[in-house]
C-alpha cells in the first residue's frame, strides 16, 4: 500500500470518527480501500481539520432552549420572539407577518391545525430552537441560511421564525410543532442536534459564511455550557448556586479520549506522508492538539495509568503523548 492510500484511507477512516459521529463505526474497521469517492471524502476531511485546526471557520451554535407543553406557553414564546409582534414572524410556508394579531392568528393556526393543543397541556407540543452565529456576522445572510436549515431539517411539521440582529450575536429563533401533518412526533436527542449543527454550517457556506460545525469532544473543549434557565435566571440575579464551569463526567471524558486517539492516528498517518502539505498538517494539527483543554487536563495522575505515548514520528518532536491504549488498526509502514 503506498503513501497516498494509507493517508488517505486513516483521514477517511478516523476523520468521519471525529467530524460524523453519527456514522461512527465502534469496532475499528480495515483501512478502506482507496477509490474516487475515499479520494473525495478525504479531501473534504482535510479541508475540515484544516478549518478546525486554524480557527479560521466559526463555530455555529444550535440549541433547543425548551419548548411548550400547552397552547399558553406556545402563545408566550411567539410574544416574547417577536417582541410582542414588533419583529416580523415567518412560517413554514414563507409568509411574513408583524403585529400582534398576527402573532394570535398564529397561536390558533398551531392549536387546531392537527391535534388540539389544549391551553395546559402535560407533554411538550412545540420545541423551541435558536441557530446563532458570532458578532459579524451577516445577519441578513444568517437568516437565509435558517430558513433553508428549516425547510430541509423541519419538513411536514408547522414552525415559525424570528430574526434577532439588535444583539451581540445574530441569530435566529425557531419553534416547531412537535406533531407533524402526518402525526409523527419530534423527538430530537443528541444526534439530531449534531446533525442540525452540520445542516446549519452547510447552509451558511452556501451563502458564503465560513462555519464549522466541529464537536466539542474533537476539539477537546471541555467547557460546560449553562442552559438558557440558567442564563436568564443568572441575569436577573435568581440564581443561587452555580454550575461546574468544565465537564467531568466519565462519558464526556471517555468522549474527549477517543477523540485524542483519533487525532493520534491522523497525525502519525500525515507525519509519514510523502506530501510535504501533509507533514505540515501534522505539526499544525499536534499543536492545536497539546494546546486543546483536555490534552492539558487528562495529564492529571488519574488520568496517566489509561494513556499511552505514540510512537514518534520524524520531525514532529514530541507532539503527542496522550492517545487512549485501546485497539486501532495497523498503519502501513
Known sequence: MNSVTMVDGVLVQWGERLFYPSNRIVKPAPTPRLDTMTRRKAAMIRRRIEATVTGRAPQVMVKVTGGGRGMAA????????????????????????????????????????????????????????????????????????????????????????????????????????????????????????????????????GWGIEAEATRQATRGETRNFDPLWRVKARQEGRLHQGSALAKTGESAWDNRADAMKGWAFIIKALAASESPDDR??????????????????????????????????????????????????????
Open 280 to 333: 505540515k498538517l501534522a505539526a499544525r494539527v499536534a499543536r492545536f492538539v497539546q494546546a486543546a483543554p483536555f490534552y492539558q487536563q487528562a495529564i492529571r495522575p488519574r488520568q496517566r495509568e489509561a494513556v499511552v505515548a505514540p510512537r514518534q514520528q520524524p520531525g514532529l518532536q514530541p507532539q503527542l503523548r496522550q492517545a487512549m491504549n485501546r485497539p486501532g488498526p495497523e498503519l502501513e509502514r
Open 74 to 205: 406556545i402563545a408566550a414564546h411567539f410574544r416574547y420572539i417577536t417582541r410582542n409582534g414588533r419583529l416580523e414572524i415567518e412560517d413554514d410556508r414563507g409568509v411574513v407577518r408583524e403585529g400582534k394579531d398576527a402573532v394570535r392568528d398564529l397561536a390558533e393556526q398551531w392549536r387546531y391545525g392537527g391535534s388540539l393543543i389544549d391551553e395546559v397541556g402535560h407533554r411538550r407540543e412545540a420545541f423551541n430552537i435558536m441557530l446563532s452565529m458570532p458578532r459579524g456576522t451577516d445577519a441578513q445572510l444568517v437568516q437565509k441560511a435558517a430558513r433553508e436549515f428549516a425547510q430541509a431539517e423541519l419538513s411536514g411539521h408547522r414552525y415559525v421564525m424570528v430574526l434577532h440582529d439588535h444583539q451581540a450575536s445574530p441569530h435566529v429563533h425557531l419553534s416547531v410543532r412537535a406533531e407533524s401533518r402526518t402525526g409523527e412526533r419530534l423527538n430530537p436527542r443528541k444526534t439530531d442536534l449534531h446533525r442540525w449543527r452540520e445542516t446549519f454550517a452547510e447552509k451558511l457556506r
